[in-house]
Each structure stands twice: as structure tokens, then as C-alpha cells.
């Protein structure tokens, strides 16, 4: 029997911008595997120290490497993080970035009970499109795309555009 290929797909963007949310739809609507690395540590305790400032654990980056890269090597797989630098590059096909306007992100992670520092540091990080920036610098930069995630139309704008793409993907390379 011939197995169909199907692409890997990586979800980046600053924490609260909407990725959970979009993975899971999008992994429920195409039946490919979603990995949300914050979880996939928390259940293999991949952590490696921990950050006073933000009083939370460091994730262990060359284990979730470890961890993952025979379920990649398989293909079909959404990737959910807030990072993006230290996977292998072969790892994915295409890179979304979802991005929120400031005033968004702020009452999003506000109502999740951030206050102080980290409410501040994140809301910046998305202004200064830190995230983006390392998805440019780390994958080729025609394979990283803006995705808005502002109102609940770009929820389903997007998870249409990620189906086109995918559809058009799995043509093309089998
Ligand atoms: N397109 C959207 N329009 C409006 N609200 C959204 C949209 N996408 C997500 N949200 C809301 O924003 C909040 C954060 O979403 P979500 O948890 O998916 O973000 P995340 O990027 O996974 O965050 P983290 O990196 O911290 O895990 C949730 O309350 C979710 O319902
Ligand atoms: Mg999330």
C-alpha cells in the first residue's frame, strides 16, 4: 500500500496570539497529528533548569528535538510553539507566524491572569515582532508566512488558507 506524504506544519507567535486554537481546529479538520511542545515537556519533564525572572521551567531543547523527530520523519504533524529557532530546519514544509494587534494581546493574556512583567514583556515581544524575526532568520523566508488572529473571522480565514495550501501540497507530492 503507498502511503500519501503529507507536509509538517509549524504554528509560532507570541504566547495568547492564537495557536492552541488553531492547531487543534486545524488537526481536527485534516486529521494530521497536533504537538503542543509546552505539554509534550510537561508530560516527559523535558526541562532543563528554571527561570527565576518568569518563575517557570526551561525547556530541554535538545530532548524535545530527540523526542520528536521520528513522529516528523513520518510527516502530517502540526507543531505548536512559542519559539521556533531550535528545530531543524527539514523538520517543516511551511512556517505560519500569527500575529495580534497589541491592544488584542493585552486583554487576551490579561484575562488569563498575566499581570506585571510577563504581561508587559509579551505584549512587546509581539510589537517587536520578535517571533517573526526568528522565524526569518531560522527557515527559508519564503516559507514563512503572517497569518492575522485578531476576531474569530481569521480563525476560520486562516484554517481555510492552510487547507488550500495543504491540499495543493499533498498534489504535488505524491
Ligand atoms: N482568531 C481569534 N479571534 C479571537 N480570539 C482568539 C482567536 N484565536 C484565539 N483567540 C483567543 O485568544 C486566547 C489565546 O489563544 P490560544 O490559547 O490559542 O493562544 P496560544 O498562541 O496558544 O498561546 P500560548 O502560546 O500561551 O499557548 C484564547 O482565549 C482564544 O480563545
Ligand atoms: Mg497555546
Redesign the pocket.
Known amino acids: 500500500m503507498k502511503i500519501t506524504k503529507r507536509p509538517n506544519i509549524l504554528l509560532t507567535?507570541?504566547?495568547?496570539?492564537?495557536?492552541?486554537?488553531?492547531?487543534k481546529e486545524l488537526a481536527q479538520r485534516t486529521g494530521m497529528a497536533y504537538i503542543?511542545i509546552?505539554d509534550l515537556a510537561q508530560e516527559g519533564q523535558l526541562f532543563d533548569g528554571f527561570d527565576e525572572d518568569y518563575q517557570c521551567p526551561v525547556l530541554d531543547e535538545d530532548r524535545v528535538v530527540d523526542e520528536l523527530e521520528d513522529k516528523m520523519a513520518d510527516g502530517g504533524v502540526i507543531v505548536?510553539y512559542?519559539g521556533c529557532d531550535f528545530f531543524p530546519e527539514r523538520w517543516f514544509h511551511i512556517v505560519f507566524v500569527?500575529r495580534t494587534d497589541n491592544t488584542?494581546l493585552y486583554s487576551?493574556l490579561e484575562?488569563?491572569g498575566y499581570t506585571g512583567k510577563k504581561l508587559q514583556d509579551n505584549v512587546q515581544c509581539e510589537i517587536f515582532q520578535t517571533i517573526y524575526e526568528e522565524a526569518m532568520e531560522a527557515y527559508k523566508e519564503d516559507m514563512v508566512h503572517q497569518l492575522p488572529?485578531?476576531?474569530?473571522e481569521?480563525?476560520e480565514s486562516?484554517m481555510e488558507r492552510i487547507v488550500e495550501w495543504l491540499h495543493q501540497w499533498v498534489l504535488d507530492n505524491n
Open positions: 507567535g507570541t504566547p495568547g496570539v492564537g495557536k492552541t486554537t488553531l492547531g503542543n509546552g505548536d512559542h500569527l488584542n487576551r484575562s488569563r488572529s485578531n476576531q474569530p481569521d480563525l486562516n
